[in-house]
Every structure is written in C-alpha cells, then in structure tokens.
C-alpha cells in the first residue's frame, strides 16, 4: 500500500496553536460508517450521541516537562528531550547538538552520562532516580509540545493546556490529544447518563510523531510504547463486550492498547508496537474519538482503517472546507 494514499494537503492557517475554551466547545465531526454520512457538531453534544451503556476508553497518561537545558563539562551548551526510562537512572533521549559516548552533562542541581548510542537516541544515566528527576524537572523542565504548534501561552498555562483533565499517571512527552476535549462537567453529564469511562494508561513517545518516509506503508518501522491496564479495568471491559456494548476509545493510543489487548489474551502490562492500517480488523473497539491528524503518518492510517478510505478523505476534505482546526489543539471527530 502507497503512503502517498495518505497524503493531503493543510492550509498552515488550520493549524491549531491553542486550545478552543472551554474545551468542550470545540468542532465534533461525526462519521457514520453504516449510513457513510457526515454531521457536524460541538465536542459537548456528545451527551446527545452516545447511549447510556457505551463504553468511553481514555489514556489517563499525563505528560512532564521532559524538555530541559544542560551544558558539557567543557562548557558547550545542550538541550535535552527525554523520550522514556529505560531503568530507574537511565532514559532514552535526544539532545542537540548530538553528544559522544563517556560525555557528562551538567545541569541545575543534577547530571547525567551518556552511556550508549544508537544513531540520534542517547542513553542517558542520570545521577536521580527516576522519582527525584521527575520532581526536579517540574522545577527545571519545559513542557514538550509537538513541533508544528507555534506556543502562544507562558510555560505555567501550557502545563495545563497540553493536559487532559483526567491525567494521572506520569510518564509522557506527548499527550494524548483526543482527550482535550473533556471538560470535568462534561465527564460529569456523560456519566449521569449511564456512560461508563475506563482508563488504561499508554506513556505516548516521541515515535507518534515520527512520519511515515518509507514508499510503501508497511515497510514503516512502528514505534513501541508501554501500557498498563489494571485487571479490574480488564475483566469489566470484557464483561461489556460480551455484553454487546459500544467500546469506544478515545484516542489512537488508547485503541493501540486494547486491540493489542485482544491480540495477547489480555495480559495487562507490556509494551505495544501494533501498527494498524488498511486491512486490519479491528478486534475490540467499536468507534473512535479522535482529533484530526498529520498528512502520512501512522495515526492516519489508523483512522483510515476504522473509518474506511473513501469517508475519511471526503471527511478531511470537508473538515478543511469547513475550516476545522487541525492537530494536538484542534477540533474532533467520532467515527461510529
């Protein structure tokens, strides 16, 4: 399959560098595969879409500031972006300029070695265990946005912007971005109606960025991400299921974690390189919350294959024509 099929063109204008507020009040397009229609919406509408025994899926990972500043033992300066740990002092991460095995690097309070190479990742052991240099960073660090977004708040309010509302568990450098959406009320309304919401927790890395540059899509090397799922969370979303209820996930990391579920026999923890593109069944979930995504990447794909080829690109065509925001801060989507 071409990669050049999942190719578009964005007026740069769509491109969203903040979120809408409240966050609710942003664009919901909703995809209706049987009837291959198209509707246009607001995020809080959702009450009205969804019946009382669907099931919302959500990432409840939540992003640190894993982007820091740092310099050479000579003096030259460096700048860090963490991707995940490794062991409890080691984490893989990109620096630039790009630094030599055995070099120390310095930083407020805190240093690190790099140990191993493997082309543009280091292998950083850092003087902290994990803990200590997850605390440090909230003093030191800066948030780490994806490079398409143009920041237009300070670092204390893009803390709270690239964040869903339900994070909880640390450990991310990219957010889960369908998730933006939600506000605390809304949750609250969905909820009274008899929707029911499962978290499972997917640390997202630098990988989902990553474009596809290979000429045939499946020659594409997936990233790997780890995910935990408690086995409470399991065993209620299998009775649901079984059950015949609507499993939707929230974003394509959370539908990464649970086809990968029903791929092997539902072990709760491990890490995950599922690459899904036309072709594939989908074994679990039965819609998707999803924002709109980047031209040739992995997450288009993914959306493709839910939605079907020929819907989805007349629905990018009228989220353009229509003037959706696009990407991590833009408008939504539900494929059902």
């Not at 992003?63 to 033992?73: H, L, N, S």
């Not at 991400?225 to 299921?241: G, H, P, W, Y």
């Not at 890490?271 to 924002?291: C, E, Q």
Request: proline content about 4%; glycine content about 6%; hydrophobic content about 35%.
């Amino acid at each position: 399959m071409k990669t050049a099929l999942f190719d578009y063109s964005l007026p740069k204008n769509l491109i969203a560098n903040s979120p809408i507020s409240p966050r609710d009040h942003s664009k919901l397009m909703v995809i209706d595969r049987k009837n291959e229609t198209i509707a246009h919406k607001h995020f809080y509408d959702l009450v009205d879409l969804l019946d009382k025994n669907d099931v919302l899926v959500l990432n409840n990972t939540k992003v640190f500031p894993a982007r820091f500043f740092g310099k050479k033992e000579t003096g030259g300066k460096l700048e860090i972006l963490l991707n995940k740990s490794v062991d409890d002092f080691t984490w893989e991460a990109l620096t630039k300029p790009g630094i030599k095995v055995g070099v120390k690097v310095l930083f407020s309070g805190f240093s690190a070695e790099v140990i191993k190479r493997d082309t543009e990742i280091h292998y950083l052991k850092f003087n902290l265990n994990k803990n200590d240099l997850l605390t440090k960073l909230t003093e030191v660090g800066i948030t780490p946005l994806p490079p398409y977004i143009n920041p237009q708040e300070n670092e204390n309010i893009l803390r709270k912007e690239y964040q869903t509302v339900y994070a909880k568990s640390e450990g991310s450098v990219a957010a889960p971005t369908a998730g933006f959406h939600f506000t605390k009320d809304l949750i609250k309304k969905l909820k009274k109606k008899g929707v029911t919401f499962e978290y499972v927790t997917l640390h997202v890395g630098l990988g989902t960025f990553a474009p596809v540059k290979t000429t045939n899509l499946e020659d594409h090397k997936m990233h790997s991400e780890e995910f935990t799922v408690s086995k409470e969370t399991i065993k209620r979303l299998k009775q649901a299921k079984e059950n015949n209820k609507r499993i939707i996930s929230v974003g394509t990391t959370s539908t990464r974690v649970l086809e990968t579920l029903a791929h092997n026999d539902f072990k709760n923890t491990g890490s995950t390189n599922i690459f899904i593109y036309p072709g594939y069944k989908f074994k679990f979930i039965d819609g998707l919350i999803t924002n709109f995504h980047l031209p040739k990447s992995t997450l288009l794909a993914l959306v493709y294959t839910l939605g079907g080829i020929n819907l989805m690109k007349k629905a990018y065509k009228e989220a353009i024509l229509k003037n959706y925001r696009f990407y991590s801060f833009g408008d939504s989507s539900i494929i059902l």
